[in-house]
């Protein structure tokens, strides 16, 4: 399809002057409510805050797809006979020209007010010799670079334009269309100069947020990544993870604390649950930006990095029906966790460190075969509403808040949809450190990108601290989040030659060459992403990267493929999806 019949049929979205406070006020080309007055700037605080959240009330539109373009196509989920026909299309590379879910205007709605907003900020607008106005023109700019980053990743090649679409005229113009790497190219030197400006507040009656707006350092550390910029990735996604101003770690008994200020960890995310003989505690993690603590109790900051919100009902706005795809009370939901998915945590082992008769810890370690990855257990859990009068009920799904208003139904909602987090941030790191690796043969790199799963502990202290008790917790590898103390591991989760041979080749006597530790490492990432990332919107997307990277559709093709299990491939789908240009959807 030509890239004006794209542009035209989407949309002309642009905020009206004086009325910028909801999806309602954009418009469409065709609608006889084209009038823009087009000498209109935003050159006050007031009127930047109103389009800001008129743009991320459009973001909301896209939302739902982003989880559902990004899980429905991948290896983690199976269709059952609940499944709707664009949802059982989409799972089988059916893109049939009606369905709901193919339909590009709403990103391109998200960009075009964008577009208006960012060339009628007045950026120069100053208070106290501050410019009071950048904080919003970055934070549109970030907007602006994920929402084209998705195109990218869903769409493959796509219409690229950044000026604002206010008549029907520039609807119908051609516009040059850009694969990833060609989106990259123009969207990276636009976050550049901007990237280390604070976001703005969010205010939302009793919310303060920053986390309502893609960090733009990790939108241009994910723009190097998927075009191949591996150095830059690394660099970009590693300066986040140690300098960004809102981390602040906090150790130390009372009075002789030390403060590690932008140090990014993950502790008081591992995942356990109680298990006879082996596992003896519960540790839970809420994704509702969550606030956890360190081994001293003292608060470090936030699992979630960003999020789109959604309303709760649907007279408030826009809500979300992922929730109802992935849980309902009696089973009907459409989507269910794929037979690999559950197999693959039923494949990993839990680690238990051994302790002392006084309690204190060892270096010795039980191997628990039969436990499983924890995160399985939590993700996944079914409803059980009990007659109880506290309407106590055991459920839990990373996407769906739970409530029970008449003491009989639950009720799910969705209420808002999660886009970065902190593991996600070192799972894209380790990736981009084992490619460099592999770029550079640099074994120490691909060392690196190993211990941000097993003891990331290694990467961010790679000469030791005189606080390591206090700190290891803290810094934990991405797997001892569903695995328990895997550094310990000496023989399963490790680098040595067997265990990479008995990985790739099955045979622990096989000799292996750098090039096999590296996909050793892909393999342990790749499977890292879909333990701790499942149901998030990011697994197909993934899929192809890795793919690509690798210069193996194979690699895609036989995971998803293998949905139902081992043993179980679809040979049709996988010798569909060799071919390249089914993974990405048709521009309608």
Not at 98 to 116: H, M, P, S, T, W
Not at 285 to 308: C, H, K, Q, V
Not at 566 to 585: A, F, I, P, Q
Request: charged content about 20%; glycine content about 6%; hydrophobic content about 35%.
């Amino acid at each position: 399809m030509k890239s004006k019949s794209i542009i035209g049929a989407a949309l002309a979205a642009i905020f009206t002057l004086g009325v910028t406070t909801s999806c309602e006020d954009m418009f469409d080309i065709d609608s006889s409510r084209v009038i823009i007055e087009n000498e209109h700037n935003l050159n006050s605080t007031a009127d930047s805050a109103y389009t800001t959240l008129g743009i991320l009330q459009s973001m909301r539109q896209i939302a739902d797809r982003y989880v559902i373009l990004g899980e429905v196509r991948g290896d983690l989920v199976e269709i059952n006979e609940y499944t709707k026909t664009s949802l059982r299309n989409l799972s089988e590379f059916n893109f049939e020209e009606d369905n709901e879910y193919l339909n590009v205007r709403d990103y391109y709605a998200v960009i075009n007010n964008c577009n208006y907003a960012l060339a009628k900020i007045d950026t120069t607008l100053s208070r106290n010799n501050e410019r009071v106005m950048v904080d919003e023109y970055a934070a549109i700019l970030g907007i602006r670079a994920w929402t084209y980053l998705q195109l990218g990743i869903n769409y493959g090649k796509v219409p690229y334009y950044t000026t604002p679409i206010t008549t029907v005229e520039e609807s119908e113009r051609e516009y040059p269309e850009l694969d990833m790497k060609g989106l990259a190219a123009e969207l990276i030197p636009q976050l550049i100069p901007f990237v280390d400006y604070d976001l703005p507040i969010f205010v939302n009656q009793s919310n303060i947020s920053q986390n309502v707006y893609p960090p733009l350092q990790l939108v241009l550390a994910d723009l190097y990544l998927w075009s191949g910029d591996y150095a830059n990735a690394c660099a970009t996604y590693l300066d986040y993870m140690t300098t960004h101003p809102h981390f602040n770690l906090q150790y130390g008994p009372a009075g002789n604390a030390e403060i590690f200020r932008g140090y990014m960890g993950l502790n008081g995310s591992s995942i356990q649950f109680m298990r006879s003989g082996n596992i003896t505690g519960t540790v839970v993690m809420n994704w509702d930006p969550y606030l956890y603590y360190s081994s001293t109790t003292s608060a470090i900051g936030y699992e979630n990095l960003a999020y789109i919100t959604m309303e709760s009902s649907s007279a408030q706005g826009t809500v979300s029906e992922v929730g109802s795809l992935f849980v309902s009370t009696d089973n009907t939901h459409p989507l269910n966790p794929s037979t690999y998915w559950q197999q693959l945590n039923k494949e990993q082992a839990y680690f238990t460190m051994g302790k002392t008769d006084d309690g204190s810890e060892t270096t010795e370690y039980t191997v628990n075969t039969q436990v499983g990855d924890q995160r399985g257990k939590y993700y996944w859990r079914e409803p059980m509403i009990t007659t109880e009068a506290n309407n106590s009920f055991e459920v839990y799904d990373k996407l769906t808040e739970y409530s029970i208003p008449d003491g009989a139904n639950i009720e799910c909602t969705t209420q808002q949809i999660n886009i970065y987090r902190r593991s996600i941030v070192y799972l894209r790191a380790a990736e981009a450190l084992n490619a460099l690796a592999n770029e550079t043969q640099n074994d120490s790199l691909a060392v690196m990108s190993f211990n941000l799963l097993k003891d990331a502990y290694k990467v961010f202290f790679p000469n030791g601290h005189f606080l390591e008790s206090d700190l290891r917790p803290a810094f934990i590898g991405v797997h001892a989040r569903g695995c328990g103390d895997v550094r310990l591991d000496t023989v399963n989760y490790t680098l040595k030659p067997e265990a990479i041979a008995l990985r790739l080749y099955n045979n622990p006597e096989q000799a292996v060459t750098f090039n096999d530790t590296i996909n050793y490492i892909d393999e342990l990432i790749i499977d890292e992403l879909a333990l701790e990332a499942s149901l998030e919107g990011n697994r197909f997307g993934d899929l192809i990267r890795f793919a690509e990277r690798r210069g193996e559709p194979e690699f895609l093709a036989k995971r998803v493929a293998s949905r139902k299990g081992e043993g179980e491939m679809d040979n049709d789908l996988y010798n569909k999806l060799l071919d390249k240009t089914l993974w990405y959807l048709p521009l309608k």
